[in-house]
């Protein structure tokens, strides 16, 4: 019988691009306050912890482009949206598991992964946002929230 072969696990900071609609705008920053705003209000609270930021994009000579296009009081924006994928094998399943999370609550944007990285396991910074984005089971309480759950022992002995 061949060896078990283990499977790593890791987590991976995945940025998707998305092209927002934007309608009855006059100007290229008022379209991006207000796709960021709109994108905001669609993610929220599932997703309160994807980070929402400017896109870039350049000409096909290479010119850098403001990150909307603004014609006939419409506007296409490009946001780049990040977030952490915990628990997961490879970069392609954490770059499947971010693209449908956030396309279940942006229908009808197109989106594009941009790039996937896997995180440090020892960056305070990555700290676990939803279990959505976990494909394991919880194992219950930490023993911080295990403090909470039992009371002292003076607490259930009664003054006699």
């Keep these: 019988m061949p060896p078990a072969t283990l499977l790593t696990r890791m987590d991976c900071r995945v940025v998707v691009e ?7 705008v006059t100007t290229a920053d ?14 929220n609270p599932d997703l309160s912890y994807v980070e929402i930021s400017m896109g870039s994009r350049t000409s096909p000579d290479g010119e850098e482009l403001p990150p909307a296009f603004v014609a006939a009081d419409e506007a296409l924006v490009a946001l780049e949206l990040e977030m952490t994928v915990f628990n997961v094998e490879q ?11 956030i396309g279940q609550r942006l229908e009808n944007v197109p989106l594009k992964v941009l790039s996937v ?24 309480p930490t023993d911080e929230e295990d403090d909470d759950l039992i009371p002292e022992f003076d607490d259930l002995v009664e003054d006699g």
Excluded: C, F, N, W
């Design 91 to 101: 970069e392609e399943h954490a770059s499947r598991i971010a693209r449908k999370e």
């Design 30 to 43: 008022e379209a991006i306050r207000i796709a960021i705003s709109k994108t905001g209000g669609m993610l």
């Design 18 to 24: 998305a092209a927002i609609p934007v309608y009855d």
């Design 117 to 140: 990285a896997e995180v440090d396991p020892d960056d305070d910074t990555a700290a676990q946002s939803d279990d959505a984005t976990d494909d394991t089971t919880d194992d219950g």
